[in-house]
């Protein structure tokens, strides 16, 4: 009687490291439900085999050892064609697995025939056109729907494939990618050369899947090549990429594409095919813009914005994209200080530059959030409507230049009735979203206590500000003087 086939089968090329291998064979998965193909190319030598060797016969039933002669596509056809799961999962050399993503990536994947991770939700059902947007996002692969299909060679291959396997797919399933992102690799050529071998693959489809598969050809392929470490290459170098994303903008963006990228991606392809490379490098160093409110637009005051000829202003319209990461950056804190002579009085006062420009006053609220202990404040974030705040500070606003001077006293009165952490945050209007972002502290010298008395603030992570309530702080009377004495 033979086994019955298991749940999944991991695909990884072995390139020396066994600490992919390692990550797999401690995933979560009940015994029977993983297999991992361990595919071993003709170019790896002794060492690497007998490794490979060894490891597969620490680990019977779970590991296995298939030797391809060739190397890129041939190998994983060669992986797929021994693969017995029900579903297959390419899991690169370089990656290392939390022991549960597997099963909970098995578990996402239902009974669809490819798993998008990280893309937008609404990508699930069926395979609709807009799933060709998300290529590289594909993770899981349901193994029967893979017969017939070759694993191609050269740039984009993953991608590729992937547009093969959804061509054939019924249904797509969506869900979040908690893997950690790497870092584009390859040169700009590299990339551009991958998003012209896609864009040859969509010559054949109708033109909206085509439109859909060139949207995220431009948001990965594109926006790798135009990557700011780049700007590290020499000039000629640089040059030669540039004009090799400008051409393939030329051939390919059409104005619906380009109202559909990213403002800072949007930006950067259009300076480039207007071939102004002294303002693209400008603005690909440019990782943390102002901004304009005007007239119920927003803009980003990227290089080139009204200041050169023949710039469209919809080339910087920042108006329903969340911009969390970019104005989190460019937020610059001015200083902190304790004010007040009575007890009602004491408040700890806080100012910052906000990096855009036209902010109306009732556009920015600040107040505290208590912590749970042991608790670090949150991340930026995008949200619909402004967060209830446990403790409101009084916030005024003015113009600064490009910037919005925010100015806010919160009352340490009302902090003080329990001991405890308070984080101070500040939540804007901007555009579509409200951005709720913790506020930092200034450099330099900053008084960490104040009135009143047991009241004091610390960082927490990324220099976030937080104000620290001891007991002292909650006495009042004579139970406060003897506080404070015993406390001396």
Request: proline share 6%; net charge negative; hydrophobic share 45%.
């Amino acid at each position: 009687m033979t086994d019955a086939p298991p749940d999944l089968t991991a695909v990884t090329v072995h390139r020396g490291s066994l600490d992919c291998l390692a990550a797999l064979a401690a995933q979560t998965l009940a015994p029977g439900r993983l297999e991992v193909v361990a595919v071993l190319e003709g170019a790896a030598g002794d060492g690497d085999a007998e490794d490979l060797d060894r490891f597969a016969e620490k680990h019977p039933g779970l590991v296995r050892v298939v030797r391809a002669a060739a190397t890129g596509g041939a190998s994983r056809a060669a992986a797929l064609a021994a693969a017995r799961g029900r579903y297959v999962v390419f899991v690169d050399h370089a990656e290392t697995p939390a022991p549960e993503r597997l099963e909970r990536l098995l578990s996402a994947a239902g009974d669809a025939d490819v798993l998008l991770c990280g893309a937008p939700a609404d990508l699930g059902g069926a395979a609709g056109t807009a799933a060709l947007a998300a290529l590289g996002a594909a993770r899981l692969y349901r193994r029967d729907l893979l017969d017939g299909l070759d694993y191609p060679d050269g740039p984009a291959a993953a991608e590729l494939f992937a547009l093969r396997a959804l061509a054939k797919a019924a249904a797509v399933a969506v869900c979040e990618d908690d893997a950690p992102r790497t870092a584009p690799t390859g040169s700009p050529l590299d990339h551009v050369a991958a998003a012209e071998r896609l864009a040859e693959a969509a010559e054949d489809l109708d033109p909206e899947p085509r439109a859909a598969l060139l949207s995220g050809v431009f948001t990965r392929e594109i926006a790798a090549a135009l990557d700011p470490r780049f700007l590290a290459l020499d000039a000629f170098a640089r040059a030669e990429a540039w004009r090799a994303a400008a051409d393939f903008a030329d051939a390919h963006l059409t104005e619906g594409l380009r109202a559909g990228l990213p403002v800072a991606l949007r930006v950067r392809v259009s300076l480039a095919q207007h071939r102004d490379l002294e303002l693209l490098e400008a603005a690909l160093a440019q990782t943390a813009p102002r901004y304009l409110a005007e007239d119920g637009r927003l803009y980003a005051r990227y290089p080139g914005f009204r200041t050169a000829a023949d710039l469209p202003d919809e080339w910087f319209a920042a108006d329903g994209e969340p911009l969390t990461e970019a104005f989190a950056r460019g937020v610059e804190p001015r200083y902190l200080v304790w004010t007040g002579v009575r007890r009602s009085d004491f408040h700890l006062e806080y100012s910052c530059f906000l990096p855009v420009e036209g902010l109306d006053a009732d556009a920015v609220r600040v107040g505290a959030v208590r912590l749970p202990d042991g608790a670090e404040p949150e991340p930026a974030a995008a949200v619909a409507d402004f967060p209830e705040r446990e403790t409101a500070a009084a916030a005024e606003t003015g113009p600064d230049g490009t910037a919005t001077v925010v100015t806010a006293r919160l009352p340490l009165e009302a902090l003080a009735g329990e001991v405890g952490k308070w984080a101070l945050r500040a939540s804007v209007r901007l555009g579509a979203h409200v951005y709720d972002l913790p506020l930092k502290a200034p450099q330099g010298y900053v008084r960490r206590e104040g009135e009143l008395r047991g009241v004091s603030v610390e960082w927490g992570r990324k220099r976030s500000t937080v104000v620290k309530v001891r007991q002292r702080a909650t006495r009042h009377g004579a139970s406060r003087l003897l506080g404070f004495l015993s406390d001396r």
